[in-house]
């Protein structure tokens, strides 16, 4: 170990022991009572959080267009916990899930994507379910779905994940993503690392390439399920022992009512 590589460790170990151990009580009580505060005090930095965002959403997805009613239908079934890690501010586990929907995302669209037929792409689904999205991740350029600076993205995405999911701090001290100084070697400074970050800027570039692959989901998945959740949602909010469901449309038992699903 050289003499800066020794000096930065010893930076790092200090840091650590004064943010672990000297700032925080050592008995898991009270210990636990200052990380529950801790999540109330990020929470109390909701709104702000939460119109960023939506911010975000609005300018991939703007309000009401077709675009906006899948992404809210997709959003609906995969996001619930992106949205509570994200205002709970505990990024390192958001990268984890923002990479594992986009990752499993991509090889569901990769095997739409496919024009091979039934035999074939069960062989084919049986390959993709051992690989990974920085092995996917070119074949969306050559689609042309993604470009270059995507698919830098996805593949610096799963780079990130991937040294939070292995406890490699010096992977993600050295993202391009966390932008930090490189020397960080100890697994705690992870969470210090990636707690100062505003991951929006995640949220937003994830969602545009959702956006990107929104024709191929339309096509072989988007109406059937915007269509399901919308029918679904607008049952339970109604009375759902009043109304059955139909293809497109809504019955009303009592009323004999129908609402058509447009």
Same mark, same amino acid.
């Given at each position: 170990?050289?003499?800066?590589?020794?000096?930065?460790?010893?930076?790092?170990?200090?840091?650590?022991?004064?943010?672990? /151990?000297?700032?925080?009580?050592?008995?898991?009580?009270?210990?636990?009572?200052?990380?529950?505060?801790?999540?109330?005090?990020?929470?109390?930095?909701? %709104?702000?959080? /939460?119109?960023?965002?939506?911010?975000? /959403?609005?300018?991939?997805?703007?309000?009401?267009?077709?675009?906006?009613?899948?992404?809210?239908?997709?959003?609906?079934?995969?996001?619930?916990?992106?949205?509570?890690?994200?205002?709970?501010?505990?990024?390192?586990?958001?990268?984890?899930?923002?990479?594992?929907?986009?990752?499993?995302?991509?090889?569901?669209?990769?095997?739409?994507?496919?024009?091979?037929?039934?035999?074939?792409?069960?062989?084919?689904?049986?390959?993709?379910?051992?690989?990974?999205?920085?092995?996917?991740?070119?074949?969306?350029?050559?689609?042309?779905?993604?470009? %270059?600076?995507?698919?830098?993205?996805?593949?610096?995405?799963?780079?990130?994940?991937?040294?939070?999911?292995?406890?490699?701090?010096?992977?993600?001290?050295?993202?391009?993503?966390?932008?930090?100084?490189?020397?960080?070697?100890?697994?705690?400074? /992870?969470?210090?690392?990636?707690?100062?970050?505003?991951?929006?800027?995640?949220?937003?570039?994830?969602?545009?390439?959702?956006?990107?692959?929104?024709?191929?989901?339309?096509?072989?998945?988007?109406?059937?399920?915007?269509?399901?959740?919308?029918?679904?949602?607008?049952?339970?909010?109604?009375?759902?022992?009043?109304?059955?469901?139909?293809?497109?449309?809504?019955?009303?038992?009592?009323?004999?009512?129908?609402?058509?699903?447009?």
């Amino acid at each position: 170990m050289s003499k800066t590589q020794k000096n930065n460790a010893e930076k790092e170990a200090k840091r650590l022991l004064e943010e672990k /151990i000297a700032s925080l009580p050592l008995d898991s009580e009270s210990r636990l009572h200052v990380i529950s505060d801790n999540m109330e005090s990020a929470l109390k930095l909701k %709104e702000h959080k /939460i119109a960023m965002l939506v911010k975000a /959403i609005d300018d991939s997805f703007p309000p009401e267009t077709p675009n906006r009613g899948f992404y809210e239908a997709f959003a609906s079934l995969s996001f619930d916990t992106v949205y509570s890690l994200y205002l709970q501010n505990n990024n390192s586990a958001l990268i984890v899930e923002l990479q594992g929907i986009l990752e499993r995302s991509c090889l569901n669209s990769l095997e739409d994507l496919l024009p091979i037929d039934d035999i074939a792409k069960e062989i084919i689904i049986d390959v993709l379910s051992k690989k990974t999205l920085r092995d996917v991740a070119p074949y969306f350029v050559k689609y042309g779905i993604w470009d %270059e600076k995507d698919k830098d993205f996805a593949l610096e995405l799963t780079k990130l994940r991937n040294g939070i999911a292995h406890k490699n701090a010096e992977i993600v001290s050295r993202s391009k993503l966390v932008k930090g100084s490189g020397q960080d070697r100890h697994y705690e400074s /992870i969470h210090s690392l990636m707690n100062k970050m505003d991951c929006t800027s995640f949220n937003a570039r994830g969602t545009g390439q959702w956006h990107q692959m929104y024709d191929v989901w339309k096509k072989n998945l988007g109406n059937t399920l915007y269509l399901s959740i919308r029918m679904y949602h607008r049952r339970f909010m109604m009375g759902s022992c009043q109304w059955e469901q139909g293809d497109g449309y809504l019955f009303h038992r009592k009323t004999k009512s129908v609402i058509i699903n447009s």
